[in-house]
T-cell receptor, first 116, second 115 residues
Framework: SAVISQKPSRDICQRGTSLTIQCQVD?????MFWYRQQPGQSLTLIAT?????????ESGFVIDKFPISRPNLTFSTLTVSNMSPEDSSIYLC?????????????FGPGTRLLVL | AQKITQTQPGMFVQEKEAVTLDCTYD???????LFWYKQPSSGEMIFLIY??????QNATEGRYSLNFQKARKSANLVISASQLGDSAMYFC????????????FGTGTRLQVFP
């Protein structure tokens, strides 16, 4: 398994500001993912954080709005830039783990963001 | 296109009874993985069970089992002996190995267990 921590766990921000969310994994992993869960909705992938190269963004998400860093194999950050109330969501990082032939994907505890 | 469908927005079950949460999927990839997650009100995503497309037997993890019917493209989650603490949102997700590493999630089912 993998133990994943996220900071902050929650925040309330003013529109127009930016927030950087940190994700720390207790082991080295090749891929890290960032998801968004808007209120009452399912999870949507924002981007894949690649170590040593630029993040790969999903349709509808752009680097200027959600810049991502991946300085090493255990850490990543997601910044939510120029926030608006529509950015109010839970943001989760996740990592795929394969052990004993079984695959899974573990999630961090999430960051609850409220934009006023 | 890959898609996960959960048709039950909400389910009720009495404590100690079994409940089945439905999940159907669509993919053209021959190799894929199916996951179930539990999300309590705290918001964390808790991994429950995994089924690979080539696995011959249905996956089981404690009180959780996955009823995998490949021909029907369904991967229903069965929770036996429900407990009050099972009340949560449940998400079915799929990863298609050849296309992408990302997980595609269904819309979720809210399960409420009553005494």
């Amino acid at each position: 398994s993998a133990v994943i921590s996220q900071k902050p766990s929650r925040d309330i921000c003013q529109r127009g500001t930016s927030l950087t969310i940190q994700c720390q994994v207790d082991s080295q992993v090749t891929m890290m993912f960032w998801y968004r869960q808007q209120p009452g909705q399912s999870l949507t992938l924002i981007a894949t954080a690649n170590q040593g190269s630029e993040a790969t963004y999903e349709s509808g998400f752009v680097i200027d709005k959600f810049p991502i860093s991946r300085p090493n194999l255990t850490f990543s950050t997601l910044t939510v830039s120029n926030m608006s109330p529509e950015d109010s969501s839970i943001y989760l990082c996740s990592v795929p783990v394969v052990a004993g032939g079984q695959e899974t994907q573990y999630f961090g505890p999430g960051t609850r963001l409220l934009v006023l | 296109a890959q898609k996960i469908t959960q048709t039950q927005p909400g389910m009720f079950v009495q404590e100690k009874e079994a409940v089945t949460l439905d999940c159907t999927y669509d993919t053209s990839d021959p190799s894929y993985g199916l996951f179930w997650y539990k999300q309590p009100s705290s918001g964390e995503m808790i991994f429950l069970i995994y089924q690979g497309s080539y696995d011959q037997q249905n996956a089981t993890e404690g009180r959780y089992s996955l009823n995998f019917q490949k021909a029907r493209k369904s991967a229903n989650l069965v929770i036996s002996a429900s407990q009050l603490g099972d009340s949560a949102m449940y998400f079915c997700a799929m990863r298609a190995f050849y296309n992408t590493d990302k997980l595609i999630f269904g819309t979720g089912t809210r399960l409420q267990v009553f005494p």
